[in-house]
């Protein structure tokens, strides 16, 4: 009895989220995806800048030894100017060491915050698609002529496919690859893209690769 109460409460709830959510004439599982879209580059975002923040000290590094290993073979003006570069790249470094923990804390809150999301709106969207007429959104049910999304189900079931882990995984190693002048890895955030040629800009995939290579340029 208590159970089934909590229930409804907890459903009536989530009813109540997604009108709040929607505009007049919207549709709760499009709103839905365009919630965990969001989520997902914001995840990819966090991810790519997190492991961009750590490789700028290593790149530091490499420039530090090269100036200090071209410098035991140069012109002794040359070896000069390259040890000074060298110092100089030592203090960057010290800097970026110092405020690296709190960089790498801040993405870490930004994913956590990122995968809660994207759990929120996986969960809408499961509710909507177990009990579509709970949540006033017949289009979930996949009827013919139902409106703009009759073929929800089938998005709902593509956005579904990974969860908040899986996705932070993927765009970690999608950044490492851009990172490391590799291959992108499997772009899944695109399954949750709407099919009607929607935007795809906001994938884990292309959002790493362009952290990535502003980074790179930057760096380079």
Do not use: W
């Not at 809408?124 to 703009?148: E, K, T, V």
């Not at 502003?214 to 760096?219: F, V």
Request: aromatic share 4%; proline share 3%.
């Amino acid at each position: 009895m208590v159970g089934q109460e909590y229930g409804s409460a907890s459903l009536a709830l989530e009813q109540r989220a997604l009108t709040a959510l929607r505009g007049a004439g919207d549709c709760a599982v499009e709103r839905a995806l365009e919630e965990l879209r969001q989520a997902v580059s914001d995840l990819a975002f966090a991810e790519a800048a997190d492991l961009i923040a750590r490789h700028r000290v290593a790149f530091l590094d490499e420039m530090i030894s090269g100036c200090f290993e071209d410098a035991k073979t140069a012109e002794p003006d040359t070896a000069a100017a390259l040890r000074a570069a060298a110092e100089g790249l030592q203090e960057e470094r010290a800097t970026l060491a110092e405020t690296l923990p709190l960089e790498l804390s801040l993405r870490a809150d930004q994913r956590d915050a990122a995968c809660d999301r994207i759990r929120a709106a996986q969960r809408r969207l499961r509710n909507i698609s177990q009990m579509p007429d709970h949540f006033g959104c017949a289009c979930a049910c996949g009827r013919a002529g139902a409106g703009p999304c009759e073929d929800a189900a089938d998005q709902i079931q593509q956005a579904l496919r990974f969860d908040a882990e899986a996705i932070a995984d993927i765009a970690r190693q999608e950044a490492r690859a851009r990172l490391s002048d590799g291959f992108a890895a499997l772009p899944v955030a695109s399954a949750l893209s709407p099919r009607r040629g929607g935007d795809t800009g906001t994938t884990a995939a292309q959002v790493a690769r362009r952290l990535v290579e502003d980074a790179r340029r930057r760096l380079c």
